[in-house]
């Protein structure tokens, strides 16, 4: 099952069975993501990027997720699992998943789908049903590297510092000035995420997010991942974020676009 969204000469196909993942993005009859079951831009949810060793504690406890990335816990069980259509117009659509075993509490994630004929609007919301909860959401699109033969995509961004990286791919704690790429890195960004990609004479589409945090992954020759999130690699356990009653977490991106 899929949910089709149109504006303009904008095109989206939401892959709600498949993780809500926007399977496709087309502008003008062009792809722009990455095409598969693994890809696309998926949610992160309800928490982002790797978790060491698939543990973390709150309120003292310690908790065990499944290591779906040996040694470590990777990028949530949202992108796994089905979700449910809540709300679906020609350009709008809203989708939930609840939050079950293997995470320890109850809760729900509300994803909201807005697409116009120069952008799209993705905002995410996590709910508990009672207890208080660490948690975190965000996004992996997979952006093509080149768009139908044309010259491979150029990144542009201004992070404030760079996670040093440890050899086992979390954040050290440290903060260094941003190093040149290939990345598979966290960047700081305390006014907001914003990053431009540039395919040369086609497309240029710009990442804004009020979220201060964003991976960029291009280590592949297919794609490149910018990924606004809400915390960075491994922040259930050194920046928890705590979900309650009275205070849901919510992060949104907007991708917009034009043409050169």
């Known amino acids: 099952m899929s949910t089709q969204l149109t504006a303009g000469g904008a095109e989206v196909v939401v892959d709600e069975a498949n993780g809500c993942r926007i399977a496709s993005l087309r502008i003008d009859g062009v792809e722009l993501l990455r095409q598969g079951t693994k890809y696309g831009a998926f949610p992160m949810v309800p928490w982002c990027g790797r978790t060491r060793d698939g543990e973390f504690r709150s309120g003292g406890e310690l908790h065990r997720l499944p290591l779906n990335a040996a040694p470590h816990a990777i990028h949530g069980f949202g992108r ?13 659509a809203a989708f939930t998943y609840d939050l ?21 609007t993705l905002a995410m919301g996590i709910e508990t049903y009672g207890d208080s909860f660490p948690a975190q959401a965000g996004w992996h699109p997979w952006f093509r590297r080149s768009l139908d033969g044309g010259e491979d995509v150029r990144l542009a961004f201004e992070p404030a510092w760079q996670e040093e990286r440890g050899l086992d791919h979390l954040p050290t704690g440290r903060r260094i000035d941003p190093l040149p790429g290939p ?5 700081g960004m305390p ?58 977490l919510e992060v949104a991106t907007t991708w917009s676009w034009r043409r050169l």
């Open 191 to 248: 006014y907001g995420v914003d990053a431009t990609l540039t395919w040369p004479g086609q497309l240029e589409l710009r990442v804004t997010s009020r979220a201060e945090w964003v991976v960029v992954y291009d280590e592949q020759p297919e794609a490149v991942c910018v990924e606004p999130q809400s915390g960075p690699p491994n922040g259930l356990n050194t920046l928890p974020r705590l979900v309650t009653p009275v205070d849901p």
């Open 100 to 120: 079950t075993e293997p995470w320890p509490w109850p809760g729900r994630v509300t994803q909201t789908v807005e697409l116009a004929a120069d952008s799209l």
């Open 183 to 187: 990345w598979d890195d966290c960047f």
């Open 80 to 92: 796994d699992a089905a979700w449910k259509p809540v709300r679906t117009d020609r350009a709008e």
